[in-house]
């Protein structure tokens, strides 16, 4: 840890300030978010490193428990996740140790799984009265005949309930199609969600920035052509939107129900009001600043 002297006054003595110890776990250093995120603790002269999450091993027992990199204890007193998903399971166990040291994190362990898996995610907000599209669980191809009825019929979205950045979600037209892509799904392994879908919002969607409770910064993303996905990853376009009060309040209680300090709440603009398609952990930040000019990554740290 690093110490440094401050202002001083006349007559006073040199004092000394505790340097924050900053880690960014994130197994992309060069990704625009990580770069972002380590340009602006820099500037509030923390002592930040980006740990690779897959480098780090966790120690429990009898022993203190301990977290190391290359067999070295790491010491920090705050974290931010930017865990991706394919590393979830280790990465929820990291911030878990991480908890138990003492250590702030921005996100906590709960927070990541609760937004990672969307079942569980939607049970969750509807149980709080949180709007959402629409949503059944099936578990065999024969179940989607009643998940259609119950949806609204066709068309309907399938999805996996593990997806991120789009990843795992399909547009489906017809009830064949439907018995077949949810049949493949379910032989992967996957879980999988048949979901209403909400025409007047068809290849857009609002995407708010929640940091601490506050909205900090909106968007409106829209897909390119034929595709109806509007993440910008899948190269969608963006841009700035003055947020209503009531879109900004149902991103807030989200946000708050997942246990989340940093959220990316993705609504959608329906004709019954807004409602919530999905609460990410990690959210990208070079769309949103890109659109916006608003510096989230300094609002993270």
């Given at each position: 840890m690093k110490n440094r002297p401050t202002g001083l006054k006349n007559g006073e003595g040199p004092r000394h300030i505790m340097t924050v110890r900053l880690a960014i776990l994130s197994r992309g250093p060069r990704l625009y978010s990580t770069r972002r995120l380590l340009e602006e603790a820099e500037k509030r002269d923390c002592y930040v490193e980006v740990l690779d999450p897959m480098r780090l091993s966790i120690t429990v027992g009898n022993e203190e428990p301990r977290i190391?990199?290359?067999?070295?204890?790491?010491?920090?007193?705050a974290v931010i996740p930017r865990i991706g998903y394919s590393i979830t399971h280790h990465g929820v166990a990291l911030i878990r140790q991480f908890e138990r040291l003492g250590v702030y994190v921005a996100n906590s362990s709960d927070g990541i799984s609760h937004s990672r898996d969307k079942l569980h995610a939607t049970q969750l907000l509807t149980k709080n009265?949180?709007?959402?599209?629409t949503t059944c669980h099936v578990r065999t191809w024969q179940d989607v005949e009643g998940a259609l009825s119950r949806v609204g019929g066709m068309p309907v979205v399938v999805k996996v309930s593990e997806g991120t950045q789009g990843s795992g979600v399909f547009l489906v037209h017809n009830e064949e199609r439907a018995r077949e892509l949810t049949y493949k799904l379910l032989s992967e392994g996957h879980h999988v969600l048949v979901q209403e879908y909400i025409e007047e919002s068809?290849?857009?969607?609002?995407r708010v920035i929640v940091v601490g409770g506050k909205v900090v910064a909106a968007m409106r993303r829209r897909s390119r052509g034929r595709e109806f996905r509007s993440n910008f990853h899948l190269n969608g376009t963006v841009e700035s939107i003055e947020l209503p009060v009531e879109y900004a309040d149902v991103a807030r209680r989200a946000a708050r129900l997942l246990n989340l300090d940093v959220a990316g709440v993705d609504l959608l603009e329906s004709n019954r009001g807004p409602l919530v398609l999905e609460v990410n952990s990690s959210p990208g930040l070079e769309g949103i600043e890109g659109a916006t000019g608003i510096n989230v990554a300094g609002e993270i740290i």
């Amino acid at each position: 840890m690093k110490n440094r002297p401050t202002g001083l006054k006349n007559g006073e003595g040199p004092r000394h300030i505790m340097t924050v110890r900053l880690a960014i776990l994130s197994r992309g250093p060069r990704l625009y978010s990580t770069r972002r995120l380590l340009e602006e603790a820099e500037k509030r002269d923390c002592y930040v490193e980006v740990l690779d999450p897959m480098r780090l091993s966790i120690t429990v027992g009898n022993e203190e428990p301990r977290i190391l990199n290359a067999g070295w204890p790491v010491e920090i007193d705050a974290v931010i996740p930017r865990i991706g998903y394919s590393i979830t399971h280790h990465g929820v166990a990291l911030i878990r140790q991480f908890e138990r040291l003492g250590v702030y994190v921005a996100n906590s362990s709960d927070g990541i799984s609760h937004s990672r898996d969307k079942l569980h995610a939607t049970q969750l907000l509807t149980k709080n009265r949180i709007p959402v599209p629409t949503t059944c669980h099936v578990r065999t191809w024969q179940d989607v005949e009643g998940a259609l009825s119950r949806v609204g019929g066709m068309p309907v979205v399938v999805k996996v309930s593990e997806g991120t950045q789009g990843s795992g979600v399909f547009l489906v037209h017809n009830e064949e199609r439907a018995r077949e892509l949810t049949y493949k799904l379910l032989s992967e392994g996957h879980h999988v969600l048949v979901q209403e879908y909400i025409e007047e919002s068809h290849g857009s969607d609002v995407r708010v920035i929640v940091v601490g409770g506050k909205v900090v910064a909106a968007m409106r993303r829209r897909s390119r052509g034929r595709e109806f996905r509007s993440n910008f990853h899948l190269n969608g376009t963006v841009e700035s939107i003055e947020l209503p009060v009531e879109y900004a309040d149902v991103a807030r209680r989200a946000a708050r129900l997942l246990n989340l300090d940093v959220a990316g709440v993705d609504l959608l603009e329906s004709n019954r009001g807004p409602l919530v398609l999905e609460v990410n952990s990690s959210p990208g930040l070079e769309g949103i600043e890109g659109a916006t000019g608003i510096n989230v990554a300094g609002e993270i740290i």
